[in-house]
């Protein structure tokens, strides 16, 4: 179980570092998702039950919930400091993505 959210976090921030020169330009909402899909994909079973499957959400309800993070609104540990590095409008650009993936997206 360590192992696993170990090798999780060094995917995630590998994700991370290798994407940076990307975002320097406007960048479509999939290819900011990667690395959200890391602890929040559904293709894979959830560690923890406060983490949860965005597919499918209500895109308003997430967008405040990634504002409120950003904002420190709300607290995590993890999650304050991930929204703090997009714009509102990329923050918009995923909630918009996530709400409008179904089924096998």
């Not at 994407?19 to 900011?32: E, H, Q, R």
Request: hydrophobic content about 35%; proline content about 3%.
């Amino acid at each position: 179980m360590i192992k696993k959210s170990i090798s999780n976090c060094i995917l995630f921030v590998v994700t991370v570092c290798l994407s940076a020169p990307v975002f320097a330009k406007d960048v479509s909402a999939k290819v900011m998702s990667y690395s959200c899909n890391t602890c929040h994909s559904s293709d894979r079973p959830l560690t923890r039950p406060d983490r949860m499957i965005l597919k499918g959400q209500d895109a308003n309800k997430l967008e405040k919930s990634l504002l409120d993070f950003k904002y420190d609104k709300r607290f995590s540990s993890i999650m304050g400091r991930i929204s703090k590095g997009f714009t509102d409008t990329e923050l918009k650009k995923l909630a918009l993505y996530f709400s409008q993936l179904k089924g096998d997206d």
